[in-house]
């Protein structure tokens, strides 16, 4: 089992920026390839970024691709989602989640967080 714990979430303006951590407990971090989704209201959750085991590939949504940056400290069993140039679109529930089943893109990932809210206002 991994037990993982969001957090950094807060109510910004358009341009500031908020860094997300996301704590694992439990199974060595260390052995999952990790993501972040987000989920607005009224919205599917959806993809946001993925990082391998070791840190060496990155993957990002289109609509944040250049203003987000994933990264991990396996040392610390953290992730970490680095949120510049925040938008009102970025208002979401932000989930961390561990153990992608195929696809770092889709939701079969095995453990999840229970969310950070940010909220971005224009």
């Known amino acids: 089992q991994v037990q993982l714990v969001e957090s950094g979430g807060g109510m910004v303006q358009a341009g500031a920026s908020l860094r997300l951590s996301c704590t694992a407990s439990g199974r060595t971090f260390s052995s999952y390839p990790m993501g972040w989704f987000r989920q607005a209201p009224g919205n599917e959750r959806e993809f946001v970024a993925a990082i391998s085991l070791g840190s060496g590939r990155t993957y990002y949504a289109d609509s944040v691709k250049v203003r987000f940056t994933i990264s991990r400290d396996n040392a610390k069993g953290t992730l970490y989602l680095q949120m510049n140039s925040l938008k009102p679109e970025d208002t979401a529930v932000y989930y961390c989640?561990?153990?992608?089943?195929?696809?770092?893109?889709?939701?079969?990932?095995?453990?999840w967080g229970q969310g950070t809210q940010v909220t971005v206002s224009s």
């Open positions: 989640a561990a153990g992608p089943g195929g696809s770092y893109y889709s939701l079969g990932y095995r453990y």
